[in-house]
């Protein structure tokens, strides 16, 4: 047990190979994507050898074909969330374990639900495989503070909010941090949040606040919508409100504004001289790619989980988080950290299930399994967590 099969030769795709190329537990390494360049730049990058291939992960077929070359022990998908559900499907004719960072997406419509991959469940269990879903930085270590919280430091949790803060400065006038298609079609969306039991819509990016984050101070953060809320609703018990924060600046806000009100975040096709085009992947191939920003990139990502809820009778607040700086991300393996702190826990989920210390026969979001043995390698692979107490009764 030790080989591992990469699908996505992106920011997060490079991070992991060349941190699973660091890690003596992936005995076999093989990076497979989309463009066969992008494979090639990582195999030169990595400390020891991995094979590579081309492949179109929309194909399930030729995902098939090659797990039964590679023979992998599980499959990591960092290629999009639209490919999630053929790369499961190969998986399942293959009976292979997989496992990705976000759910999947029909790239007709913008829509974040788990609702496509939670009834592979009965298909996976009867095949007797794992699938881990949502394995990054959010969803992914925030849903495993939330498990570890709800283990060992409360009795009850109510209130959960997700903050997410990205301070660093990459140079360029506007960029994303990861794919820019699925960044715009998850910011432009309606937003939503959990309370009482039921779904609350908003308008887009219409309530903010300031939140004082660890390491990098007080900054404008936005309630969206996020994925690991709809699993973590179901996963924590007790809870009377989930939320989640994420820091744009207003350079960001000003361009998605333009850009909105020009069309060029459309996700359907317009006739542009007798071609089909989709404005938002147009706009795409104009703007650098994630994985170019590492260079000059300055400053920190501060991510977190605000509890509330009640241990041994007593009101009780804390915030978990790790703050992770974008230089000592390129130093380590060329990346922002946006995409460290995507890739860095794809690999520990792998190696987690590798190791036989997540197992399990179905489909499983990440906060269903055990979070101690996780936080403890996460910590060790670069992205070390800690534990603020905060006061209660302040508002929320
Ligand atoms: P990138 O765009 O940098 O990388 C995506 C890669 O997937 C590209 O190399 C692309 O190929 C490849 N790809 C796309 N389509 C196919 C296909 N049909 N077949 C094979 N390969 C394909 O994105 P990121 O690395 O920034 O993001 C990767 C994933 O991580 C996304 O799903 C994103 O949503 C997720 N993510 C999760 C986070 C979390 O914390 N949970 C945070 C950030 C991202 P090509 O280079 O040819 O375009």
Redesign the pocket.
Same mark, same amino acid.
């Given at each position: 047990m030790g080989n591992v099969l990469i699908?996505?030769? =992106?920011?997060? =795709?490079s991070v992991a190979a060349k941190k699973c190329a660091m890690d003596a537990s992936f005995t076999k390494i093989h990076v497979a994507?989309?463009?066969l360049s992008?494979c090639e730049k990582i195999q030169k990058e990595c400390v020891r050898p991995i094979s590579i291939s081309q492949?179109?992960?929309?194909n399930t077929d030729d995902i098939i074909k090659l797990i039964e070359q590679v023979k992998p022990d599980i499959v990591v998908n960092?290629?999009?969330?639209y490919?999630d559900l053929t790369i499961m499907d190969a998986c399942l004719a293959t009976g292979v374990a997989y496992l990705d960072?976000?759910n999947y997406e029909p790239i007709d419509e913008a829509k974040f639900t788990y609702e496509y991959q939670w009834p592979y469940h009965d298909k996976f269990k009867e095949k007797g495989i794992m699938a881990i879903l949502?394995c =990054?930085?959010?969803? =992914?270590v925030t849903n495993i503070y939330c498990a570890y919280a709800q283990e060992h430091l409360f009795d009850e949790i109510h209130y959960v909010d997700i903050i997410d803060c990205n301070a660093g400065d990459h140079g360029q006038a506007f960029a994303t941090n990861?794919?820019l298609e699925?960044n715009l079609r998850e910011v432009t969306q309606r937003g939503k949040y959990w309370e009482s039991g039921e779904w609350m819509e908003i308008d887009a990016l219409s309530i903010s606040k300031m939140i004082d984050f660890p390491g990098v101070g007080e900054k404008k953060a936005y309630l969206i919508y996020h994925e690991e809320e709809e699993s973590l609703v179901k996963n924590i018990r007790g809870l009377k409100r989930i939320r989640f924060w994420m820091t744009f600046s207003d350079n960001y806000i000003k361009h998605l504004d333009v850009l909105q009100n020009v069309g060029m975040t459309r996700i359907d096709p317009i006739k542009y001289e007798g071609m089909d085009i989709v404005p938002l992947q147009f706009l795409k191939a104009l703007m650098p790619?994630?994985?170019s920003l590492a260079e000059n990139y300055t400053g920190k990502t501060s991510i977190g989980t605000i509890i509330e809820g009640i241990k041994d009778g007593k009101q009780k607040k804390i915030l978990i988080y790790n703050v992770c700086e974008h230089e000592e991300c390129n130093r380590e393996v060329g990346a922002q950290a946006?995409?460290y702190?995507?890739g860095v826990p794809a690999v520990v989920g792998a190696k987690m299930f590798l190791q036989g210390k997540w197992a399990g026969k179905g489909v499983f979001n990440v906060e269903q399994l055990p979070a101690t043995p996780f936080l403890e390698e996460v910590a060790k692979q670069g992205l070390p967590w800690h534990i603020k107490e905060l006061e209660v009764g302040l508002g929320d």
């Open positions: 699908i996505g030769a =992106g920011a997060a =795709g994507s989309r463009t992008k492949l179109d992960a929309d960092l290629a999009l969330p490919q960072t976000a949502g =990054g930085f959010d969803p =992914g990861f794919n699925i790619e994630p994985s946006v995409s702190t995507t």
